[in-house]
């Protein structure tokens, strides 16, 4: 045995945590006192070994092992998994977005799963994805024009309300404030008689027919059931449970439909995860959005490389990119941003500034042509004067 071995471990190092964890998972097992010792002493040996050395450049060893595996990856946006499923951006163009920090993805989707009361009663499923996906007027009812009288008229079914778990007096109330607060259009009245399920709207300006049939289209398209950015929901049952699958994103209001496993519900929007839930959530969100699309195309990379980036995109409260609006165009050094981009009046900025670069990173030291101060670059020699 090594001298890492051989060492004996004292369990007041270890965090209680940690020990606990171990004994759990070695219950039912014939593990006696000294080889639960030895179990323990392997894994101290194991995280030492792991450790980096003093002074090493992780930064580039870190931007080498995601950036060369990345040069192999394919440039499809899409993944099509069947007819009915949601599209998903994979491959390069999701790296990139990952690393820019977009403000919104290019395909945002959320995995929604529920509590244990609807997670396995495909009904109670559907009714969350009723609340959840976004449901226009005419899915409730016949639309029809009314040229004569100009109006518009929606004969709403209630055969439909009452499936979808809907009243129509909701309908008739949400309808017209829909219109006015989400689609910006307010030149009209409505009249609503629940008894009959009808609803009726009246154009403002009575002379024009083009007002009538903008109306009618927005009366069309207004959303009166679920939220108004998930366009599409798939209710997909995985490992005996079924999980809600959209196109489309808002943790916000979808954490407030009744039967939503928040701690569980994730979306791949990072930034909308960071203003909801908080910039930890972010990070891991990175780390875990970045891993799962470099191992979707076979690459292995290990995590800890992805958790530096994501700690340098997340170290300011904030999630910051990687390029010229985020660290790289923000770092202290002056040479350090021109040698990135614009060279000259990054330059010209620092000098009106009164700038001074102390020349601690690589790049600065390898434009002036001196040592970096990393690995063998760390460490001066002193002569010590010898007296004769």
């Known amino acids: 045995m090594n001298g890492d071995m051989e060492r004996r471990i004292d369990e007041a190092d270890l965090p209680v945590k940690t020990k606990e964890d171990l004994k759990k998972s070695l219950i039912g097992k014939d593990v006696s006192e000294e080889q639960f010792t030895w179990i323990l002493e392997m894994v101290f040996a194991e ?9 090493e450049a992780v930064g580039v060893i870190a931007a080498q092992s995601i950036g060369e595996p990345g040069t192999q990856m394919t440039m499809r946006t899409f993944h099509y998994a069947g007819v009915a499923e949601i599209n998903v951006t994979l491959g390069l163009p999701r790296l990139i977005e990952i690393m820019d920090a977009r403000r919104e993805p290019s395909t945002p989707t959320m995995a929604v799963y529920l509590l244990e009361d609807w997670a396995f009663n495909r009904d109670r499923a559907r009714e969350v994805s009723w609340q959840i996906e976004a449901a226009p007027l005419h899915e409730f009812g016949d639309i029809t024009i009314d040229m004569e009288n100009m109006q518009v008229l929606v004969q709403l079914n209630k055969q439909v309300c009452d499936r979808r778990k809907i009243s129509v007096e909701e309908i008739i109330e949400t309808a017209p404030r829909k219109i006015r607060e989400r689609r910006h259009f307010r030149d009209f009245e409505s009249e609503g008689d629940a008894k009959k399920a009808l609803i009726t709207f009246l154009p403002k300006n009575r002379e024009s027919y083009q007002n009538l049939f903008q109306l009618a289209e927005h009366v069309r398209i207004v959303i009166v059931q679920g939220i108004d950015d998930i366009e599409r929901v798939v209710v997909r049952k995985e490992e005996g449970e079924y999980i809600l699958y959209t196109e489309g994103s808002t943790l916000k209001d979808v954490f407030q439909v009744e039967g939503v496993d928040t701690a569980r519900t994730r979306s791949n929007n990072i930034s909308e995860i960071a203003d909801v839930l908080g910039i930890e959530a972010g990070r891991n969100a990175i780390i875990q959005e970045a891993l799962s699309t470099l191992n979707e195309q076979g690459i292995g990379v290990d995590v800890r490389h992805i958790m530096l980036v994501a700690d340098m995109m997340c170290m300011e409260g ?66 010590r004067p010898v007296n004769l």
């Open 47 to 55: 995280y030492r070994k792991t450790r980096i050395e003093p002074c």
């Open 318 to 383: 904030e999630v910051k990119q990687i390029g010229r609006h985020g660290i790289a165009g923000e770092k202290e050094s002056v040479l350090s941003r021109a040698a990135f981009e614009v060279t000259v009046n990054h330059l010209l900025d620092a000098a009106i500034a009164n700038e001074v670069d102390e020349l601690n990173g690589v790049t600065e030291n390898v434009i002036v042509g001196q040592p970096i101060q990393l690995g063998t670059g760390d460490v001066k020699l002193i002569a």
